[in-house]
């Protein structure tokens, strides 16, 4: 009740004072990312550039594929010498073509790195200040979080698929398409999210774009694919190296067609895992744990 004399202040609108809801923050924020990425012309030349150039940058090495896998069968009417030489020089082949389908496959696994480093390293680390404004104003870190994610996933989606469908159609790499794109998918995906978590935690784009090409830098020679690990570095090393799961997977992938012979050491220095469920489930470990970290480093005052 009013004081006498006073007249009783009015009743506060609750509904004018309300802030939106994570849904709505979250397709705000999320229509907003779009609207800046494509009004940022480098930015989007840059990704066309990097969509379509690093496909082409792979098959520059197979153009007319990987050709066909040389036979190693025996000859009647030759001598054990011409046997001999017949089947080193096929043995030769087929380590040249084991060879060759091992770095394809890497190649692509490491561009894809690179794409993704490139897509998160900066997208928060860049943004730190307005962000940190906007939380003040109400906007929640789950919704902003979900914005980045999913703005990410399309562009991942993207990348993974037109590389694997585009080096499919020129080079004819062996075994199924679907495993060799999902693996694709999730060392980009994973990529992304832990240059993503880099980006939450560093103090500027400049240092969480250097530690992520850091990262991507160190991908394909502790993978084991070029030169094998010393084997208790390897038992270290190999979880968290995302490109050897990407890699090996495919590898797997291949062994109920006549090309995994061609992968034998003499062409694959560090064995492949048995199947391609291993790498899949270790790639999305790699992803989870990025988007936790990003999650903690969205909670996370940062005004410097």
């Not at 849904?23 to 930015?43: A, S």
């Not at 590898?251 to 291993?278: E, H, I, K, N, Q």
Request: glycine residues 8%; contains cysteine; aromatic residues 8%.
């Amino acid at each position: 009740m009013a004081a006498p004399g006073f007249s009783a202040p009015p009743a506060a609108n609750s509904n004018a004072n309300a802030l939106p809801g994570a849904l709505r923050q979250f397709q705000v924020l999320f229509t907003r990312r779009w609207i800046l990425f494509f009004r940022d012309r480098t930015q989007l030349l840059l990704q066309l550039a990097l969509l379509f150039g690093f496909p082409l940058l792979v098959i520059i090495f197979a153009p007319n594929g990987i050709g066909s896998l040389p036979e190693i069968a025996g000859h009647g009417d030759l001598t054990m010498q011409e046997v001999m030489q017949i089947q080193t020089r096929a043995l030769e082949g087929q380590a040249r073509i084991g060879g060759l389908i091992s770095g394809l496959v890497m190649f692509q696994v490491i561009l894809l790195t690179l794409m993704g480093s490139n897509n998160a390293s900066r997208e928060i680390a860049g943004e730190r200040l307005i962000y940190e404004k906007e939380r003040l104003g109400g906007v929640r870190p789950l919704a902003y979080l979900g914005s980045k994610a999913a703005f990410l996933s399309i562009l991942v989606l993207v990348q993974s698929c037109w590389m694997a469908l585009f080096v499919n159609f020129f080079t004819h790499l062996p075994g199924p398409l679907l495993d060799r794109m999902l693996l694709l998918l999730m060392v980009n995906g994973a990529m992304t999210a832990v240059c993503l978590a880099i980006s939450s935690l560093m103090k500027s784009a400049e240092q969480a774009s250097l530690l992520s090409i850091y990262l991507v830098g160190f991908q394909l020679p502790l993978s084991g694919a070029v030169l094998a690990l010393p084997s208790a570095l390897e038992k270290i090393i190999q979880p968290l190296i995302a490109a050897y799961w990407s890699w090996s997977g495919q590898l797997a992938a291949m062994r109920p067609t006549d090309y995994f012979v061609a992968l034998g050491p003499a062409a694959v220095p560090t064995p492949v895992v048995s199947d391609a469920a291993l790498p899949l489930t270790i790639l999305g470990l790699h992803l989870a744990a990025g988007l936790v970290i990003t999650w903690l480093g969205c909670l996370r005052h940062q005004w410097d």
